[in-house]
């Protein structure tokens, strides 16, 4: 059996998200696309909206190398294991 991909989506709790700032335009990043790659490491890409309002475009971001967002990525990727392996089946 090949799996091809896995991923979920994380909500950044409000006290450790980020702005940056990509074709002149301020965004809020607000949620992570957690990725396990096929040798068992994860990658994460960070998604936003523009502190201006509206939609925006759907850019992703580097995710900052600080020690709370990777633990949440890790802790993140250990409940998505736990929900994964307790599936029941095609509902």
Do not use: Q
């Not at 940056?20 to 607000?30: A, I």
């Not at 909206?49 to 475009?57: D, H, K, L, V």
């Not at 020690?67 to 307790?86: D, I, K, Q």
Request: no cysteine; glycine share 10%.
């Amino acid at each position: 059996m090949e799996v091809t991909a896995l991923a979920i989506n994380v909500t950044v709790p409000a006290e450790l998200r980020w702005t940056d700032v990509r074709r002149g335009e301020e965004f809020l990043l607000s949620t992570l696309n957690v990725r396990l790659l096929p040798d068992g490491h994860l990658a994460a890409k960070a998604y936003g909206r523009p502190t201006a309002g509206g939609r925006g475009t759907y850019v992703s971001f580097p995710v900052p190398d600080r020690p709370e967002l990777a633990a949440l990525v890790s802790a993140a990727a250990g409940r998505a294991g736990e929900l994964w392996a307790a599936h029941r089946g095609l509902g």
